[in-house]
């Protein structure tokens, strides 16, 4: 085992998994505190990645996708739902760049003004269409007197069913109160999702209600307890119909 | 919804947030490097498939535990599903001839050609050209010891017992494969 000060020798066998169990750990106890090392383990890395292209590409049987989606889509599988302090800030704002290109000063503007004009359009037409299946919807939500500088937009995945809140502009709350996701249909309102922003108001949570998202007629956002209410009791700050 | 100019990371993103339609984009764009590797290491059909819905159900199960710092989409994958496959190896307790394994018998030549994405099976094309370009220029004793480390999970110990070399020898020449290659690849200067 060398002594040098790098150990870059020894990475392109630690990154094919050639090395002994004791050599191993050894390596990566050094990357873990080796930054040179580890842009070399990056390097080498990269060369493992392109040996799987040595290998003819074939298809699996369509069963492993059906499987697959299957498997995702049941009730019994968990979801990831990591915190909202572990997402990175505009996440969503890099997922709605790629959907709505060109890309505009404010995403959530944008995002609003397209699903606005759509309502518009939708609402003015003499024959309502329903939405086509399959394609992805959003619903704008706009500030009340309680949070007038606030924006949002509920984000509908393309079967319907699941989604998510995007927010920007909401103050901040205390460590006591969050803000709680209203889904709204015949007057009658179910939990959305509970979150928090960040200090610059922006905040995200993904929205799975267990029933189809289109089912619902509007959304609203309200200041609760932390945790959440079983039903709305404090000041509403945003809000939008579908 | 078209993902096709969503990129992987983003892709990453939603399927954290539980959107499943993001997760069958990213099957759709990575199923056949996946299973391909898979059945490149296991030799068994029916065993690559269950690798390769493991592997999709734990990208869906741990994407928020992706790091994007640490390693691009493609990687992740192909570093689960090879390390998911030489696993099921060695749990078969698979016998390895080391003598006579080659590159040849991992890589014949006829590669099926995509139809639903053409430019994904375009870059696919080109990798593969290029990789297996590389691959050609390793001396043979090289692209020995490369297999029996990449697709058969062996360590420096094992591939000195299964080719009666010595041990140093085969640590020399896995080390010198891999510079190659990586030179040949990005172009770029080492420094060891």
Same mark, same amino acid.
């Given at each position: 085992?060398?002594?040098?000060?790098?150990?870059?020798?020894?990475?392109?066998?630690?990154?094919?998994?050639?090395?002994?169990?004791?050599?191993?750990?050894?390596?990566?106890?050094?990357?873990?505190?080796?930054?040179?090392?580890?842009?070399?383990?990056?390097?080498?890395?990269?060369?493992?990645?392109?040996?799987?292209?040595?290998?003819?590409?074939?298809?699996?049987?369509?069963?492993?996708?059906?499987?697959?989606?299957?498997?995702? &889509?049941?009730?019994?599988?968990?979801?990831?739902?990591?915190?909202?302090?572990?997402?990175?800030?505009?996440?969503?704002?890099?997922?709605?760049?790629?959907?709505?290109?060109?890309?505009?000063?404010?995403?959530?503007?944008?995002?609003?003004?397209?699903?606005?004009?759509?309502?518009?359009?939708?609402?003015?037409?003499?024959?309502?269409?329903?939405?086509?299946?399959?394609?992805?919807?959003?619903?704008?939500?706009?500030?009340?007197?309680?949070?007038?500088?606030?924006?949002?937009?509920?984000? *509908?995945?393309?079967?319907? &069913?699941?989604?998510?809140?995007?927010?920007?502009?909401?103050?901040?709350?205390?460590?006591?109160?969050?803000?709680?996701?209203?889904? *709204?249909?015949?007057?009658? &309102?179910?939990?959305?999702?509970?979150?928090?922003?960040?200090?610059?108001?922006?905040?995200?949570?993904?929205? +799975?209600?267990?029933?189809?998202?289109?089912?619902?007629?509007?959304?609203?956002?309200?200041?609760?307890?932390?945790?959440?209410?079983?039903?709305?009791?404090?000041?509403?700050?945003?809000?939008?119909?579908? | 919804?078209?993902?096709?100019?969503?990129?992987?990371?983003?892709?990453?993103?939603? *399927?954290?947030?539980?959107?499943?339609?993001?997760?069958?984009?990213?099957?759709?764009?990575?199923?056949?490097?996946?299973?391909?590797?898979?059945?490149?290491?296991?030799?068994?059909?029916?065993?690559?498939?269950?690798?390769?819905?493991? *592997?999709? #159900?734990?990208?869906?199960?741990?994407?928020?535990?992706?790091?994007?710092? &640490?390693?691009?989409?493609? #990687?992740?994958?192909? #570093?689960? #599903? +090879?390390? +998911?496959?030489?696993?099921?190896?060695?749990?078969?307790?698979?016998?390895?001839?080391?003598?006579?394994?080659?590159?040849?018998?991992?890589?014949?030549?006829?590669?099926?050609?995509?139809?639903?994405?053409?430019?994904?099976?375009?870059?696919?094309?080109? +990798?593969?050209?290029?990789?297996?370009?590389?691959?050609?220029?390793?001396?043979?004793?090289?692209?020995?010891?490369?297999?029996?480390?990449?697709?058969?999970?062996?360590?420096?110990?094992?591939?000195?017992?299964?080719?009666?070399?010595?041990?140093?020898?085969?640590?020399?020449?896995?080390?010198?494969?891999?510079?190659?290659?990586?030179?040949?690849?990005?172009?770029?200067?080492?420094?060891?």
């Amino acid at each position: 085992m060398t002594k040098d000060l790098h150990v870059t020798d020894l990475i392109p066998a630690y990154v094919l998994g050639a090395l002994d169990g004791d050599e191993a750990r050894w390596i990566a106890e050094h990357l873990a505190a080796c930054s040179v090392c580890r842009e070399t383990l990056v390097q080498y890395e990269m060369v493992m990645t392109e040996l799987a292209y040595t290998a003819p590409q074939t298809e699996p049987s369509p069963a492993v996708k059906q499987k697959l989606m299957a498997r995702v &889509r049941a009730a019994d599988t968990p979801a990831p739902v990591p915190p909202i302090a572990s997402l990175p800030q505009n996440s969503w704002w890099n997922a709605l760049l790629t959907l709505f290109k060109p890309m505009p000063r404010s995403l959530i503007a944008t995002a609003v003004v397209l699903a606005i004009v759509a309502g518009v359009w939708w609402f003015a037409s003499p024959q309502k269409q329903p939405v086509p299946a399959g394609q992805m919807q959003t619903v704008a939500l706009l500030g009340t007197d309680a949070a007038p500088d606030a924006e949002g937009v509920m984000i *509908i995945g393309a079967d319907g &069913r699941d989604g998510a809140v995007v927010v920007e502009h909401l103050p901040p709350l205390d460590e006591t109160h969050q803000y709680q996701l209203w889904l *709204i249909k015949n007057g009658k &309102r179910t939990s959305g999702a509970v979150f928090s922003v960040d200090e610059e108001g922006y905040g995200v949570a993904p929205v +799975r209600p267990g029933r189809p998202l289109t089912d619902f007629s509007a959304f609203g956002i309200t200041i609760e307890p932390a945790g959440g209410s079983p039903a709305p009791t404090g000041q509403k700050v945003l809000g939008g119909s579908l | 919804m078209n993902y096709s100019t969503v990129d992987d990371q983003t892709l990453i993103k939603l *399927i954290a947030q539980a959107m499943p339609d993001a997760l069958e984009a990213l099957y759709q764009r990575y199923h056949r490097l996946v299973f391909s590797l898979a059945l490149n290491v296991v030799f068994e059909k029916t065993a690559a498939e269950e690798i390769t819905l493991d *592997i999709f #159900t734990k990208v869906w199960e741990k994407a928020a535990t992706y790091q994007p710092e &640490r390693a691009q989409v493609k #990687t992740w994958l192909v #570093t689960l #599903t +090879r390390n +998911r496959a030489i696993d099921w190896l060695r749990r078969q307790q698979v016998r390895v001839d080391g003598s006579s394994i080659s590159w040849a018998q991992i890589s014949p030549e006829n590669t099926p050609a995509s139809a639903d994405n053409p430019a994904h099976a375009t870059e696919t094309k080109l +990798r593969q050209e290029r990789i297996r370009a590389a691959v050609a220029q390793l001396p043979p004793e090289q692209q020995q010891v490369v297999v029996l480390a990449y697709f058969k999970g062996r360590t420096h110990r094992e591939i000195a017992e299964l080719t009666n070399l010595p041990l140093g020898t085969v640590k020399t020449r896995l080390r010198l494969a891999m510079q190659k290659l990586h030179r040949l690849l990005f172009d770029e200067h080492m420094s060891v």
